[in-house]
C-alpha cells in the first residue's frame, strides 16, 4: 500500500518548490527506513491514529469482515429518498393508475380500478364452483384469496382503490410519515396478486419492480430529514411558532449522515437496484442460453415489430426499410441485459447501463405491443442524481455517508466502515438472504408472485408451433416443450397461467387454431334421451367458442327430413347426435350458410360472470388442449386424409376431462334456467395449406356429451392427476434443465469478466492515488535549503 499524496506535489517537491507549495500537501511523517512497496507509518508520530477506537480495531473473524462489507454494500452507495425523487416517482404512480391508459395506454389502470378489483374477486368464486383448482402461478397471496370463504365480500375492492390513491398523493408530497409509504405498499401487492390469482387478462411482469420499490422505501428515512415534505416545513412552522422548544425535533430533523448514521434510504434503494440488475441481467441470461447466438439476428424483434401494435408508425416503416436494424437492436440488447451488472458494482458505469434499460424499454414502447414505462420510471430510484443534477440532492462524495462510510486512511493496515449500529448489521445480513431469494428466482426461472422470471422477448420465430401453419409433427414437438420447458414453470401445466411465460409461444399461437363448441338444451331432453324435433324454435344450442371467447352463439339446429337423412336414418342416439354435431356443427345443419341461420340467444344468467369466466376459460383450454397433444394417443393428428377426422379421442386425456368439468358443472348461474349443457367438444384446427383462408384440418382433441361414463375418474380435471387407464405426461427430464444449466455456465462467465473489471479499475485508482515508490524516496529528499 502506497503513502496517499498527488503526483503534482512530488513533483513540485523534487523541484525545489516553495514552502506554500509544500505546506498545502499531507504532512509528512519524519524520514524512516521504509522499504519499496510499503506504507508509511509512524506509531510514535502524535498524527497516528487511535486503533483502540472501535471502528479502526484491526478485524479477525471472517464474520466480521463479512458484515463491515456488507453494510458498506448496501448501506453507503445511493443516497436517502431525496425530496424531488420521492415527488417524481410517487407522482408518476398517481398519474398513472388515474389516467395513465389516456395517455401511454398503460395497463395500470385496468388493474388497479375498483371494478375490475371487484371483477376478479368474484371470478375467484365462479372458478370455485366450477370445481377448478388455483393456478399455479397464482402466488402466496392468491392461494390465501381462494380459501376465503366470500372473496367478493371479504376484499374491499373499493376502499383499497380510493386508499392506493390516496396514499400515493401522500407519499408524494411527504405528507404523514412513513404510514402512505406502507399503505400504499400493501394494497399494491395485494391488488397486483389478486390480478395473478383471477383467470382473466394477467397482468404480466410491468407493476413487480414497482412492488419492490414500494416495499423498499417503507424502510427508508423519515419525511422530516426532508426539507422538500409537507412534514418537514409543518415542523418548521411549528418550533417557529413554539420558539424552538420542540422537544426531539432537531435530532430527527437532522439528516441521517449527520447523526454519524449510514442511510437507510440508501440501503432501500440498493436493494431495488439489486432487482432491477437481476431483471436485465437473467433476460439476457435466457436468451443466449435459449438461442445462443441466433436470437442476436433479430429475426424475434423484426417479427414483433411487423405482428404488433405501433405507436408510431413512420418509425416502424424506417427500421423494416433497413433490414440490418433489428440486428442491431438485438444485439445491443443482449450485451446491455448481460452486463447489466456493472450497474449493481460500478457507480461510474451506473448511468450508462440504466440509459441502455430506457432505451431498451423506450424501444419496446415506440416499435411494440408491451409497455414497460412503469418499470422504466423505477429506475429513477436506483440512480445517485448528486453525482448527474446536483441540485435534486447531493451526491456521494459531499453527502455524509462518506464521512461515516468511508474508508479510514491508508495509514491503517486493514481498514473498515465507520461505526455501523447492529440493527443495521443485522439488515445487511437480511438484505442479502432476500438479495440470493431473487437471484436464485431468476436463474431458476421460478414465476411465483412476489418471486418472479423475467425473459422478455425468450422466443424465436423458428420455434416448433410458432407458425400459423401447423403440422402434426410441429404441433406435437410444441406440445412437448409446452408442457416440460422450462422445468419449474412449464406453461402448460400452470392450471390457466399466463400462457406466454418465458420462451414458449405455443400457449398464445394456439388462439387461432383451437376451438371450443358447446351444444346446450333442455334439461328434459338429456332425461328422455330424444332428439328433439324441428317443432321447437332452437332446441339445440350451439355455442362456438375461438380466441378465448367460449359461448358466442353459432347457430340453432333441429331435426327434420334432411338432417335425418344425413345422420344415416331415422334410428339414432342422443349420444350419435351430438358428437356428430361436435365435429362439425354446420355439416348436420339445414342451412348451408350459418350465416343465414338462427342463431341462440347469449346464455342467460349473470351475463358479468360468464363474461369474466369465458375470458379465464381461455387460458384453462389452452393447457388442456397442449397437455392432452403431449399425452399422445390422438389418431387423428396421424391421419393422411385432409378434413375433420371423425374419430373420437380418449375419455381419458386432459381435454376431455375438462370438457366434462365444464358440462357437468356450469350451472343454472352461467347457462340459465332449466337449460343443460349436453356436450362440449375440443377442436384443434391445422396443416393450413397458404391458398386456404381456413385449416385444411381438424382434430378432436377431447369431448364430454350426456350419457357417457361418468364417474370419479373420467370427472377428474387436473392435469397430470393420477389414472391408470391414459398415459401419463411427459416429465421435465435433462434436457428441460439445459437451459438452467447453460444460463449457470453464462452466469459465472460473465461474472469472471466483471470480476476481472473490477480488479483492474482498483488498481487503477491505486496508482493514480498513491505515490510509487520512487515519489516515496523523492519525498525523504526534499530540498529545503530554500525555504
Known amino acids: 500500500m502506497y503513502w496517499p499524496v498527488k503526483r503534482s506535489v512530488a513533483k513540485r517537491g523534487q523541484a525545489g518548490g516553495t514552502a506554500a507549495s509544500i505546506s498545502s500537501t499531507n504532512k509528512l511523517p519524519p524520514p524512516q527506513d521504509v522499504s519499496p512497496g510499503r506504507a508509511f507509518r509512524d506509531t510514535s508520530s502524535d498524527d497516528s491514529p487511535d486503533t483502540s477506537h472501535p471502528a479502526l480495531r484491526q478485524t479477525n473473524s471472517w464474520y466480521e469482515r463479512a458484515t463491515a462489507s456488507l453494510v458498506k454494500f448496501w448501506y453507503c452507495d445511493l443516497p436517502p429518498l431525496s425530496g424531488p425523487v420521492r415527488f417524481f416517482y410517487y407522482g408518476f404512480l398517481f398519474f398513472d393508475i388515474n389516467w395513465g391508459n389516456n395517455f401511454w395506454a398503460s395497463g395500470a389502470t385496468y388493474h388497479f380500478r375498483a371494478s375490475r378489483c371487484q371483477e376478479k374477486a368474484a371470478s375467484l368464486v365462479y372458478y370455485r364452483e366450477l370445481g377448478f383448482q388455483m393456478k399455479v402461478d397464482a402466488g402466496v397471496l392468491g392461494h390465501f384469496f381462494a380459501a376465503l370463504q366470500d372473496p367478493e365480500e371479504a376484499i374491499p375492492c373499493e376502499a383499497m382503490a380510493f386508499a392506493l390513491r390516496l396514499a400515493l398523493l401522500c407519499a408524494c408530497v411527504g405528507f404523514a410519515g412513513r ?85 437507510l434510504g440508501g440501503a432501500a434503494r440498493k436493494l431495488i437496484l439489486v432487482q432491477a440488475v437481476l431483471v436485465m441481467f437473467f433476460a439476457g441470461v435466457h436468451k443466449t442460453a435459449t438461442w445462443g447466438i441466433k436470437w442476436l439476428s433479430g429475426s424475434t424483434i423484426g417479427y414483433s415489430i411487423r405482428t404488433q401494435r405501433t405507436r408510431w408508425r413512420w418509425l416502424k416503416k424506417v427500421v423494416l426499410q433497413l433490414p440490418f436494424l433489428p440486428t442491431v437492436m438485438a444485439t445491443s440488447s443482449v450485451v446491455g441485459e448481460l452486463f447489466s451488472v456493472a450497474a449493481l458494482i460500478s457507480p461510474r458505469w451506473r448511468p450508462y447501463v440504466v440509459l441502455s434499460w430506457a432505451m431498451f424499454h423506450l424501444g419496446i414502447f415506440l416499435l411494440m405491443n408491451p409497455n414497460f414505462l412503469m418499470q422504466g420510471m423505477t429506475y429513477s430510484l436506483i440512480l445517485d442524481w448528486g453525482r448527474i443534477l446536483p441540485w435534486i440532492e447531493r451526491s456521494s462524495i459531499e453527502r455524509g455517508c462518506v464521512l461515516t462510510c468511508n474508508w479510514p486512511s491508508a495509514s491503517i493496515e486493514r481498514p473498515r466502515p465507520a461505526k455501523a449500529s447492529p440493527r443495521m448489521q443485522v439488515g445487511a445480513w437480511v438484505l442479502s438472504a432476500i438479495a440470493l431469494l431473487m437471484f436464485l428466482a431468476s436463474f431458476l426461472r421460478i414465476d411465483y408472485f412476489p418471486l418472479a422470471s423475467y425473459s422478455l422477448y425468450n422466443w424465436d420465430p423458428s420455434e416448433p408451433g410458432f407458425n400459423k401453419m401447423f403440422t402434426a409433427d410441429s404441433v406435437k414437438e410444441a406440445a412437448h416443450r409446452c408442457v416440460t420447458e422450462p422445468p419449474l414453470n412449464p406453461t402448460c401445466l400452470n392450471l390457466g397461467g399466463q400462457g406466454m411465460t418465458h420462451e414458449n409461444r405455443f400457449h398464445a399461437a394456439m388462439n387461432d387454431h383451437l376451438s371450443f363448441v358447446t351444444i346446450v338444451g333442455d334439461a328434459s331432453i338429456a332425461t328422455k334421451g330424444v332428439v328433439p324435433s324441428s317443432s321447437r324454435k332452437c332446441p339445440l344450442k350451439i355455442y362456438h367458442g375461438h380466441h378465448g371467447h367460449h359461448f358466442n352463439p353459432y347457430v340453432c339446429w333441429s331435426l327434420d327430413s334432411n338432417t335425418t337423412s344425413q345422420i344415416g336414418g331415422s334410428e339414432h342416439s342422443l349420444e350419435d347426435v351430438l358428437r356428430r354435431l361436435l365435429i362439425d356443427p354446420r355439416h348436420l345443419n339445414k342451412y348451408k350458410d350459418p350465416a343465414k341461420a338462427r342463431k341462440p340467444r347469449r346464455l342467460e344468467g349473470e351475463v358479468h360472470s360468464l363474461e369474466a369466466v369465458s375470458s379465464g376459460l381461455g387460458y384453462r383450454t389452452r393447457d388442456a388442449a397442449g397437455s392432452a397433444i403431449a399425452e399422445g394417443g390422438l389418431t387423428c393428428l396421424d391421419d393422411p386424409q385432409d378434413g375433420m377426422s371423425t374419430r373420437m379421442p380418449s375419455p381419458y386425456n386432459s381435454a376431455s376431462r375438462y370438457a366434462r368439468q365444464i358440462r357437468t358443472h356450469m350451472g343454472s348461474d352461467f347457462i340459465g334456467e332449466d337449460l343443460q349443457i349436453l356436450a362440449v367438444g375440443l377442436i384443434l384446427g391445422y396443416g393450413k395449406r397458404p391458398s386456404d383462408k381456413m385449416p385444411s384440418r381438424g382434430c378432436m382433441l377431447g369431448s364430454s356429451v350426456v350419457g357417457e361414463l361418468d364417474d370419479d375418474t373420467l370427472g377428474n380435471h387436473e392435469i397430470g392427476a393420477t389414472s391408470s387407464t391414459r398415459v401419463d405426461l411427459p416429465r421435465p427430464g435433462l434436457s428441460g434443465w439445459m437451459d438452467v444449466i447453460k444460463g449457470g455456465f453464462i452466469v459465472l462467465a460473465v461474472g469472471f469478466v466483471v470480476l476481472l473489471q473490477s480488479k483492474w479499475q482498483t488498481s487503477r485508482k491505486e496508482r493514480h492515488s498513491f505515490a510509487t515508490p520512487e515519489e516515496q524516496k523523492g519525498l525523504l529528499h526534499v530540498d529545503l535549503s530554500d525555504v
Open 179 to 263: 404510514m402512505p409509504r406502507v399503505v400504499a405498499a400493501a394494497i399494491w401487492v395485494v391488488m397486483v396478486a389478486l390480478s395473478h390469482a383471477w383467470w382473466g387478462k394477467p397482468p404480466g411482469h410491468s407493476p413487480n419492480l414497482p412492488a419492490v420499490a414500494l416495499i423498499s422505501l417503507c424502510f427508508a428515512e423519515n419525511n422530516l430529514v426532508d426539507r422538500w415534505s409537507v412534514d418537514s416545513l409543518l415542523a418548521r412552522i411549528y418550533r417557529r411558532v413554539t420558539s424552538g422548544t420542540c422537544s426531539g425535533s432537531k435530532q430527527k430533523d437532522s439528516p441521517p449522515w449527520q447523526r454519524g448514521d449510514p442511510s
